[in-house]
Protein backbone atom coordinates (compact mmCIF):
# COMPACT_ATOMS: atom_id res chain seq x y z
CA UNK A 1 0.00 0.00 0.00
CA UNK A 2 1.61 3.57 -0.62
CA UNK A 3 2.90 5.59 1.87
CA UNK A 4 0.71 8.94 2.71
CA UNK A 5 4.00 10.54 1.17
CA UNK A 6 3.24 8.59 -1.71
CA UNK A 7 -0.40 9.86 -2.32
CA UNK A 8 -1.91 13.15 -1.68
CA UNK A 9 -5.59 12.32 -2.46
CA UNK A 10 -6.17 9.22 0.17
CA UNK A 11 -9.89 8.55 0.47
CA UNK A 12 -11.44 7.82 3.87
CA UNK A 13 -11.25 3.79 3.51
CA UNK A 14 -7.51 4.63 2.78
CA UNK A 15 -7.76 6.77 6.27
CA UNK A 16 -9.09 3.72 7.81
CA UNK A 17 -6.84 1.58 6.81
CA UNK A 18 -3.66 3.86 8.09
CA UNK A 19 -5.23 4.56 11.29
CA UNK A 20 -5.86 1.58 12.76
CA UNK A 21 -9.72 1.85 12.99
CA UNK A 22 -10.98 -1.71 12.80
CA UNK A 23 -13.28 -4.04 15.26
CA UNK A 24 -10.25 -5.31 17.03
CA UNK A 25 -6.76 -5.02 16.94
CA UNK A 26 -5.17 -6.23 13.71
CA UNK A 27 -2.13 -7.27 13.58
CA UNK A 28 0.16 -5.60 10.64
CA UNK A 29 -0.15 -8.27 7.87
CA UNK A 30 -3.56 -7.73 7.72
CA UNK A 31 -2.94 -3.95 6.42
CA UNK A 32 0.13 -5.55 3.95
CA UNK A 33 -2.77 -7.31 2.03
CA UNK A 34 -4.55 -4.33 1.25
CA UNK A 35 -6.17 -4.43 -2.22
CA UNK A 36 -4.72 -2.93 -5.21
CA UNK A 37 -6.99 -0.83 -7.78
CA UNK A 38 -8.69 -3.31 -9.51
CA UNK A 39 -8.62 -3.70 -14.02
CA UNK A 40 -11.24 -1.77 -15.31
CA UNK A 41 -12.86 -4.75 -16.52
CA UNK A 42 -13.40 -6.54 -13.34
CA UNK A 43 -14.98 -2.76 -12.08
CA UNK A 44 -17.55 -3.02 -14.74
CA UNK A 45 -18.57 -6.54 -13.47
CA UNK A 46 -18.21 -5.87 -9.70
CA UNK A 47 -20.78 -2.22 -9.99
CA UNK A 48 -23.01 -4.57 -11.42
CA UNK A 49 -23.33 -7.26 -8.83
CA UNK A 50 -23.29 -4.00 -6.18
CA UNK A 51 -27.26 -5.19 -4.73
CA UNK A 52 -28.06 -7.39 -6.83
CA UNK A 53 -28.44 -10.16 -3.31
CA UNK A 54 -31.40 -9.92 -1.25
CA UNK A 55 -30.60 -12.35 1.15
CA UNK A 56 -27.70 -14.79 1.87
CA UNK A 57 -27.60 -18.35 2.91
CA UNK A 58 -24.57 -19.98 4.49
CA UNK A 59 -23.86 -23.38 4.51
CA UNK A 60 -21.61 -23.89 7.34
CA UNK A 61 -19.99 -27.24 7.25
CA UNK A 62 -18.27 -27.29 10.57
CA UNK A 63 -15.40 -29.00 11.15
CA UNK A 64 -13.51 -28.46 7.65
CA UNK A 65 -14.59 -29.84 4.66
CA UNK A 66 -11.60 -31.29 2.81
CA UNK A 67 -10.38 -29.66 -0.03
CA UNK A 68 -9.27 -32.70 -1.98
CA UNK A 69 -12.32 -34.09 -1.97
CA UNK A 70 -14.37 -31.25 -2.87
CA UNK A 71 -13.20 -28.36 -5.37
CA UNK A 72 -9.49 -28.74 -5.88
CA UNK A 73 -8.90 -32.44 -6.42
CA UNK A 74 -5.25 -33.50 -7.32
CA UNK A 75 -5.62 -36.53 -9.59
CA UNK A 76 -1.80 -36.35 -10.33
CA UNK A 77 -0.86 -36.55 -6.83
CA UNK A 78 0.45 -39.15 -5.13
CA UNK A 79 -2.24 -41.59 -3.25
CA UNK A 80 -1.07 -40.18 0.35
CA UNK A 81 -2.17 -36.78 -1.02
CA UNK A 82 -4.96 -37.56 -3.31
CA UNK A 83 -6.78 -39.54 -1.19
CA UNK A 84 -8.89 -42.77 -1.69
CA UNK A 85 -11.21 -40.88 -4.49
CA UNK A 86 -11.19 -39.98 -8.03
CA UNK A 87 -12.87 -36.48 -9.80
CA UNK A 88 -15.11 -36.28 -12.25
CA UNK A 89 -15.98 -33.78 -15.17
CA UNK A 90 -18.33 -30.90 -14.18
CA UNK A 91 -20.72 -29.05 -16.51
CA UNK A 92 -17.87 -26.16 -16.49
CA UNK A 93 -14.96 -27.23 -18.98
CA UNK A 94 -11.88 -27.80 -17.14
CA UNK A 95 -12.89 -28.00 -14.04
CA UNK A 96 -13.46 -31.19 -12.12
CA UNK A 97 -14.95 -31.98 -8.89
CA UNK A 98 -14.51 -35.15 -6.30
CA UNK A 99 -16.07 -37.75 -7.39
CA UNK A 100 -18.49 -37.97 -4.18
CA UNK A 101 -20.15 -34.48 -5.81
CA UNK A 102 -21.80 -35.96 -8.51
CA UNK A 103 -24.99 -33.60 -8.14
CA UNK A 104 -23.40 -30.60 -7.63
CA UNK A 105 -20.95 -31.49 -11.09
CA UNK A 106 -24.24 -30.70 -12.70
CA UNK A 107 -24.64 -27.00 -11.58
CA UNK A 108 -21.19 -25.63 -11.52
CA UNK A 109 -22.41 -23.24 -13.99
CA UNK A 110 -23.98 -21.37 -11.14
CA UNK A 111 -20.71 -21.84 -8.86
CA UNK A 112 -18.10 -19.54 -8.60
CA UNK A 113 -15.25 -21.82 -6.99
CA UNK A 114 -12.16 -20.60 -4.73
CA UNK A 115 -9.16 -22.48 -5.06
CA UNK A 116 -7.06 -20.47 -2.59
CA UNK A 117 -8.92 -19.23 0.59
CA UNK A 118 -6.15 -18.85 3.37
CA UNK A 119 -6.89 -17.93 7.15
CA UNK A 120 -3.35 -19.30 8.31
CA UNK A 121 -4.93 -20.75 11.27
CA UNK A 122 -5.70 -24.30 12.41
CA UNK A 123 -7.64 -24.29 15.27
CA UNK A 124 -11.49 -25.04 14.99
CA UNK A 125 -12.44 -21.95 17.19
CA UNK A 126 -9.42 -18.84 16.28
CA UNK A 127 -10.16 -19.92 11.94
CA UNK A 128 -14.09 -19.85 12.27
CA UNK A 129 -14.00 -16.96 14.30
CA UNK A 130 -11.76 -15.47 11.70
CA UNK A 131 -14.40 -16.62 8.63
CA UNK A 132 -17.48 -16.12 10.19
CA UNK A 133 -15.99 -12.15 11.23
CA UNK A 134 -13.47 -11.21 8.53
CA UNK A 135 -11.28 -10.62 11.65
CA UNK A 136 -8.15 -12.53 12.79
CA UNK A 137 -8.55 -14.21 16.19
CA UNK A 138 -5.16 -12.77 18.79
CA UNK A 139 -3.51 -14.93 18.47
CA UNK A 140 -4.32 -17.51 15.90
CA UNK A 141 -4.23 -20.95 16.41
CA UNK A 142 -6.31 -20.89 19.74
CA UNK A 143 -8.55 -23.78 20.58
CA UNK A 144 -11.63 -23.58 22.58
CA UNK A 145 -11.37 -20.09 22.58
CA UNK A 146 -14.73 -18.10 23.62
CA UNK A 147 -15.70 -14.27 23.11
CA UNK A 148 -14.02 -11.64 25.15
CA UNK A 149 -11.94 -8.66 23.89
CA UNK A 150 -10.29 -8.45 21.89
CA UNK A 151 -12.16 -10.80 20.07
CA UNK A 152 -15.71 -9.50 19.67
CA UNK A 153 -15.56 -8.68 15.94
CA UNK A 154 -19.58 -9.19 14.59
CA UNK A 155 -21.17 -11.98 12.95
CA UNK A 156 -21.99 -11.53 9.38
CA UNK A 157 -25.56 -11.95 10.57
CA UNK A 158 -25.15 -9.59 13.06
CA UNK A 159 -23.23 -7.35 10.58
CA UNK A 160 -26.16 -7.49 7.91
CA UNK A 161 -28.56 -6.79 11.08
CA UNK A 162 -26.50 -3.54 11.29
CA UNK A 163 -26.28 -2.29 7.68
CA UNK A 164 -30.14 -3.40 7.29
CA UNK A 165 -31.75 -1.77 10.52
CA UNK A 166 -35.33 -1.80 8.62
CA UNK A 167 -38.89 -3.43 9.94
CA UNK A 168 -38.68 -6.61 10.63
CA UNK A 169 -41.61 -7.88 7.90
CA UNK A 170 -42.57 -10.60 10.39
CA UNK A 171 -39.14 -12.21 10.93
CA UNK A 172 -35.48 -11.40 12.53
CA UNK A 173 -33.35 -10.00 9.81
CA UNK A 174 -30.58 -12.79 10.56
CA UNK A 175 -31.21 -16.34 12.12
CA UNK A 176 -28.43 -19.45 12.87
CA UNK A 177 -30.31 -22.91 12.57
CA UNK A 178 -30.36 -25.96 14.02
CA UNK A 179 -27.83 -25.24 16.73
CA UNK A 180 -24.95 -23.23 17.20
CA UNK A 181 -21.38 -24.21 16.73
CA UNK A 182 -19.33 -25.13 19.51
CA UNK A 183 -16.44 -27.54 20.05
CA UNK A 184 -16.96 -31.04 22.66
CA UNK A 185 -17.98 -30.40 25.66
CA UNK A 186 -20.21 -26.94 24.45
CA UNK A 187 -17.62 -24.61 24.38
CA UNK A 188 -19.38 -21.80 22.07
CA UNK A 189 -16.86 -20.71 18.91
CA UNK A 190 -16.68 -16.88 19.05
CA UNK A 191 -17.63 -14.98 16.49
CA UNK A 192 -21.36 -15.55 16.44
CA UNK A 193 -22.62 -12.69 18.28
CA UNK A 194 -23.06 -9.07 17.51
CA UNK A 195 -20.10 -8.49 19.32
CA UNK A 196 -18.67 -4.45 20.30
CA UNK A 197 -22.13 -3.75 17.96
CA UNK A 198 -24.13 -5.20 21.28
CA UNK A 199 -26.46 -8.46 21.90
CA UNK A 200 -29.44 -6.31 19.67
CA UNK A 201 -27.45 -7.28 16.61
CA UNK A 202 -27.22 -10.79 17.78
CA UNK A 203 -28.96 -12.59 15.03
CA UNK A 204 -31.46 -15.12 16.36
CA UNK A 205 -29.94 -19.06 17.34
CA UNK A 206 -33.07 -21.27 16.59
CA UNK A 207 -31.98 -24.60 18.24
CA UNK A 208 -34.37 -27.04 16.43
CA UNK A 209 -34.46 -30.16 14.51
CA UNK A 210 -37.27 -29.46 11.19
CA UNK A 211 -36.39 -33.26 9.95
CA UNK A 212 -39.21 -33.88 13.01
CA UNK A 213 -42.74 -35.25 12.15
CA UNK A 214 -44.65 -32.56 14.72
CA UNK A 215 -41.71 -30.11 13.91
CA UNK A 216 -42.86 -26.65 15.29
CA UNK A 217 -40.02 -24.21 17.10
CA UNK A 218 -41.21 -23.35 20.21
CA UNK A 219 -40.31 -19.76 20.48
CA UNK A 220 -42.99 -19.32 17.79
CA UNK A 221 -45.56 -21.79 19.63
CA UNK A 222 -47.70 -20.20 22.14
CA UNK A 223 -47.67 -22.31 25.30
CA UNK A 224 -51.16 -24.72 25.21
CA UNK A 225 -52.40 -23.33 28.45
CA UNK A 226 -52.67 -19.92 26.84
CA UNK A 227 -55.20 -19.95 24.19
CA UNK A 228 -55.56 -17.07 21.52
CA UNK A 229 -58.07 -15.49 24.10
CA UNK A 230 -55.92 -15.22 26.89
CA UNK A 231 -52.58 -14.51 24.96
CA UNK A 232 -54.71 -11.54 23.64
CA UNK A 233 -55.52 -10.14 27.01
CA UNK A 234 -51.83 -10.68 28.04
CA UNK A 235 -50.95 -8.67 24.89
CA UNK A 236 -53.44 -5.91 25.86
CA UNK A 237 -52.03 -5.35 30.02
CA UNK A 238 -48.49 -5.90 28.23
CA UNK A 239 -48.97 -3.08 26.14
CA UNK A 240 -50.69 -0.72 28.59
CA UNK A 241 -46.95 -1.47 31.12
CA UNK A 242 -44.93 -0.57 28.41
CA UNK A 243 -46.83 2.91 28.21
CA UNK A 244 -46.65 3.56 31.80
CA UNK A 245 -43.16 2.44 32.19
CA UNK A 246 -42.11 3.90 29.09
CA UNK A 247 -43.22 7.84 30.83
CA UNK A 248 -41.55 6.91 34.45
CA UNK A 249 -38.20 5.33 33.13
CA UNK A 250 -37.24 7.01 30.53
CA UNK A 251 -37.16 6.52 26.80
CA UNK A 252 -33.51 5.93 26.04
CA UNK A 253 -33.05 2.83 28.47
CA UNK A 254 -36.92 1.49 27.40
CA UNK A 255 -36.27 1.71 23.91
CA UNK A 256 -34.75 -1.43 23.94
CA UNK A 257 -36.62 -3.52 26.23
CA UNK A 258 -40.05 -1.83 24.18
CA UNK A 259 -38.35 -3.02 20.72
CA UNK A 260 -37.21 -6.28 21.59
CA UNK A 261 -40.89 -7.51 23.51
CA UNK A 262 -42.41 -6.06 20.09
CA UNK A 263 -40.38 -8.07 18.09
CA UNK A 264 -41.16 -11.43 19.86
CA UNK A 265 -44.85 -10.67 20.37
CA UNK A 266 -44.60 -10.38 16.28
CA UNK A 267 -42.59 -13.68 16.12
CA UNK A 268 -45.11 -15.47 18.41
CA UNK A 269 -48.40 -13.88 17.66
CA UNK A 270 -47.86 -13.65 13.30
CA UNK A 271 -48.87 -15.70 11.21
CA UNK A 272 -46.08 -14.99 8.56
CA UNK A 273 -43.52 -16.02 10.71
CA UNK A 274 -45.44 -19.58 11.28
CA UNK A 275 -45.72 -20.13 7.78
CA UNK A 276 -42.15 -19.63 7.10
CA UNK A 277 -41.31 -22.21 9.91
CA UNK A 278 -44.24 -24.88 8.39
CA UNK A 279 -41.80 -27.21 6.50
CA UNK A 280 -45.63 -29.44 6.50
CA UNK A 281 -46.24 -26.62 3.55
CA UNK A 282 -43.33 -28.47 1.32
CA UNK A 283 -44.16 -31.32 -0.76
CA UNK A 284 -43.06 -34.37 -0.36
CA UNK A 285 -41.12 -34.64 -3.21
CA UNK A 286 -39.42 -31.15 -2.94
CA UNK A 287 -38.19 -32.60 1.14
CA UNK A 288 -37.16 -35.84 -0.32
CA UNK A 289 -34.53 -33.78 -2.73
CA UNK A 290 -32.96 -32.22 0.35
CA UNK A 291 -32.53 -35.70 2.01
CA UNK A 292 -34.37 -36.01 5.57
CA UNK A 293 -31.58 -35.44 8.04
CA UNK A 294 -31.52 -32.20 10.44
CA UNK A 295 -29.40 -30.42 8.65
CA UNK A 296 -30.84 -31.09 5.02
CA UNK A 297 -33.96 -29.92 6.02
CA UNK A 298 -32.08 -27.33 8.25
CA UNK A 299 -31.30 -26.61 4.44
CA UNK A 300 -34.79 -26.16 3.27
CA UNK A 301 -35.95 -24.20 5.95
CA UNK A 302 -33.14 -21.43 5.07
CA UNK A 303 -34.86 -21.28 1.40
CA UNK A 304 -38.02 -20.85 3.15
CA UNK A 305 -36.92 -18.37 5.86
CA UNK A 306 -35.40 -15.88 2.93
CA UNK A 307 -38.16 -16.17 1.11
CA UNK A 308 -40.47 -15.08 4.22
CA UNK A 309 -37.73 -12.15 4.03
CA UNK A 310 -34.71 -13.20 6.29
CA UNK A 311 -31.58 -11.12 5.05
CA UNK A 312 -28.96 -13.71 6.76
CA UNK A 313 -29.60 -17.27 7.15
CA UNK A 314 -26.90 -19.74 8.51
CA UNK A 315 -26.99 -23.37 8.26
CA UNK A 316 -24.66 -24.87 10.86
CA UNK A 317 -23.46 -28.85 9.83
CA UNK A 318 -24.90 -30.51 13.40
CA UNK A 319 -24.07 -33.14 15.12
CA UNK A 320 -24.45 -37.24 13.96
CA UNK A 321 -24.77 -39.30 17.29
CA UNK A 322 -22.44 -42.41 17.22
CA UNK A 323 -19.88 -41.22 14.51
CA UNK A 324 -16.22 -39.97 15.19
CA UNK A 325 -16.12 -36.48 16.09
CA UNK A 326 -19.17 -35.92 16.36
CA UNK A 327 -20.22 -36.48 13.28
CA UNK A 328 -18.72 -33.44 12.17
CA UNK A 329 -15.87 -32.92 9.10
CA UNK A 330 -13.27 -32.96 11.26
CA UNK A 331 -11.94 -36.57 9.68
CA UNK A 332 -9.31 -36.80 12.31
CA UNK A 333 -9.83 -41.04 11.98
CA UNK A 334 -11.22 -43.01 8.51
CA UNK A 335 -11.52 -40.04 6.64
CA UNK A 336 -12.74 -42.03 3.34
CA UNK A 337 -14.74 -43.87 5.33
CA UNK A 338 -16.86 -40.96 6.83
CA UNK A 339 -16.72 -38.78 3.63
CA UNK A 340 -18.00 -41.64 1.78
CA UNK A 341 -21.08 -43.31 4.12
CA UNK A 342 -22.19 -39.79 4.82
CA UNK A 343 -20.56 -36.45 4.74
CA UNK A 344 -20.57 -36.20 1.30
CA UNK A 345 -23.53 -37.55 -0.11
CA UNK A 346 -25.70 -35.43 2.86
CA UNK A 347 -24.29 -32.36 1.67
CA UNK A 348 -24.01 -33.10 -2.05
CA UNK A 349 -27.95 -34.08 -2.19
CA UNK A 350 -28.74 -30.76 0.23
CA UNK A 351 -26.56 -28.33 -1.56
CA UNK A 352 -27.56 -29.69 -4.97
CA UNK A 353 -31.26 -29.28 -4.26
CA UNK A 354 -30.76 -25.64 -2.53
CA UNK A 355 -29.62 -23.88 -5.64
CA UNK A 356 -31.88 -26.23 -8.11
CA UNK A 357 -34.76 -25.01 -6.32
CA UNK A 358 -34.05 -21.60 -5.93
CA UNK A 359 -33.23 -21.38 -9.34
CA UNK A 360 -36.38 -23.21 -10.18
CA UNK A 361 -38.20 -20.28 -8.10
CA UNK A 362 -36.57 -17.48 -9.58
CA UNK A 363 -34.32 -16.96 -6.28
CA UNK A 364 -30.97 -17.80 -7.22
CA UNK A 365 -30.22 -14.32 -8.47
CA UNK A 366 -31.01 -12.59 -5.46
CA UNK A 367 -29.40 -15.34 -3.09
CA UNK A 368 -26.26 -15.19 -2.50
CA UNK A 369 -25.35 -18.89 -1.53
CA UNK A 370 -22.19 -19.30 0.46
CA UNK A 371 -20.20 -22.87 0.71
CA UNK A 372 -17.67 -22.64 3.40
CA UNK A 373 -15.76 -24.11 6.54
CA UNK A 374 -13.49 -22.88 8.79
CA UNK A 375 -10.88 -24.46 6.84
CA UNK A 376 -9.66 -27.41 5.22
CA UNK A 377 -7.75 -30.78 5.72
CA UNK A 378 -4.07 -31.64 5.61
CA UNK A 379 -2.19 -32.33 2.24
CA UNK A 380 -1.28 -35.54 3.81
CA UNK A 381 -3.03 -38.53 5.66
CA UNK A 382 -2.22 -38.99 9.50
CA UNK A 383 -1.64 -42.30 10.86
CA UNK A 384 -4.95 -42.83 12.04
CA UNK A 385 -6.08 -42.62 7.84
CA UNK A 386 -7.31 -39.16 8.45
CA UNK A 387 -6.70 -35.70 7.65
CA UNK A 388 -5.93 -32.77 10.41
CA UNK A 389 -6.71 -29.40 10.20
CA UNK A 390 -5.38 -26.81 7.18
CA UNK A 391 -6.02 -23.30 7.45
CA UNK A 392 -3.26 -22.72 4.90
CA UNK A 393 -5.31 -23.11 1.89
CA UNK A 394 -8.60 -24.60 1.10
CA UNK A 395 -11.56 -24.26 -1.05
CA UNK A 396 -14.96 -22.51 -0.56
CA UNK A 397 -17.72 -21.72 -3.32
CA UNK A 398 -20.37 -19.02 -4.00
CA UNK A 399 -23.16 -19.03 -6.06
CA UNK A 400 -26.62 -16.73 -6.78
CA UNK A 401 -26.93 -13.24 -5.97
CA UNK A 402 -24.59 -10.98 -8.45
CA UNK A 403 -21.75 -14.17 -8.44
CA UNK A 404 -20.34 -15.57 -11.98
CA UNK A 405 -21.18 -19.36 -12.06
CA UNK A 406 -18.75 -21.40 -14.20
CA UNK A 407 -15.54 -19.54 -12.79
CA UNK A 408 -12.78 -21.00 -10.75
CA UNK A 409 -10.40 -18.28 -9.45
CA UNK A 410 -7.23 -18.95 -7.27
CA UNK A 411 -4.82 -21.79 -7.52
CA UNK A 412 -3.29 -23.76 -5.43
CA UNK A 413 -0.11 -26.15 -5.33
CA UNK A 414 0.50 -29.56 -7.08
CA UNK A 415 -0.46 -30.80 -3.36
CA UNK A 416 -3.42 -28.54 -2.61
CA UNK A 417 -0.83 -27.07 0.40
CA UNK A 418 -0.15 -23.64 -0.39
CA UNK A 419 -1.56 -20.61 -2.45
CA UNK A 420 -0.37 -20.24 -6.09
CA UNK A 421 -2.21 -17.35 -6.89
CA UNK A 422 -5.70 -15.57 -6.25
CA UNK A 423 -5.32 -16.05 -2.63
CA UNK A 424 -8.22 -14.75 -0.78
CA UNK A 425 -8.64 -13.74 2.97
CA UNK A 426 -12.03 -13.82 4.97
CA UNK A 427 -12.28 -10.03 4.74
CA UNK A 428 -12.22 -9.99 1.20
CA UNK A 429 -14.95 -12.33 1.31
CA UNK A 430 -16.93 -10.14 3.69
CA UNK A 431 -16.40 -7.12 2.50
CA UNK A 432 -17.84 -9.32 -1.45
CA UNK A 433 -20.59 -10.46 0.52
CA UNK A 434 -21.68 -7.16 1.50
CA UNK A 435 -20.82 -5.80 -1.71
CA UNK A 436 -23.52 -8.26 -3.10
CA UNK A 437 -25.50 -6.83 -0.25
CA UNK A 438 -25.58 -3.56 -1.45
CA UNK A 439 -22.67 -1.95 1.06
CA UNK A 440 -19.61 -1.19 0.27
CA UNK A 441 -16.33 -2.27 2.27
CA UNK A 442 -16.03 0.94 3.93
CA UNK A 443 -19.12 1.38 5.31
CA UNK A 444 -18.76 2.65 8.52
CA UNK A 445 -20.47 0.65 11.63
CA UNK A 446 -20.42 2.25 15.42
CA UNK A 447 -19.91 0.09 18.35
CA UNK A 448 -21.59 0.52 21.25
CA UNK A 449 -19.06 2.74 22.99
CA UNK A 450 -19.68 5.31 19.63
CA UNK A 451 -16.60 3.81 18.18
CA UNK A 452 -15.87 4.13 13.96
CA UNK A 453 -15.11 0.65 12.27
CA UNK A 454 -15.44 0.00 8.63
CA UNK A 455 -17.26 -2.53 7.78
CA UNK A 456 -14.50 -4.87 6.17
CA UNK A 457 -10.93 -4.46 5.47
CA UNK A 458 -10.96 -6.43 2.37
CA UNK A 459 -11.31 -5.84 -1.35
CA UNK A 460 -14.23 -7.13 -3.58
CA UNK A 461 -13.12 -10.15 -5.30
CA UNK A 462 -14.31 -8.69 -9.00
CA UNK A 463 -12.58 -11.83 -10.32
CA UNK A 464 -16.11 -14.05 -9.79
CA UNK A 465 -18.62 -11.00 -10.12
Known sequence: MPSIQQSGDLTRRDWLRVGGVELSTLAL???ASAATEPSSQPQVRASGAFGKAKAVIVIFLGGGPPQHETWDPKPEAPAEIRGGFGSIATRTPG???GELMPLTAQ???QIAVLRAMVTNDNSHS???YHMMTGVPHIPPNSENAVSKVPNLAPHWGATTRYVRQT???GVPPAITIPTRIANTGEVVWPGQTGGVLGPRFDPWLLTCDPSLP???VPDLTPPADVPQQRFERRQSLLEEVDRHLAGSVGSNPFAGYQRQSQQALELLSGAHARRAFDLSLESETTRNRYGRTRWAQSVLLARRLVEAGVSLVQVNWCRVDGEPNGGSWDTHDRHNDLLKRYLMPWMDQAYSALLTDLSERGLLDETLVLWVG???????????AGRDHWGQCFSIALAGGGVRGGVVHGKSDQQAAFPQSGRVDPHDLHATVFHCLGHSPDTILTDTEGRPHP???GRVIEEIL
Open 29 to 31: PAL
Open 214 to 216: QFN
Open 126 to 128: SSG
Open 95 to 97: LSV
Open 374 to 384: EFGHTPRFNAR
Open 107 to 109: LTD
Open 455 to 457: LSR
Open 167 to 169: DWR
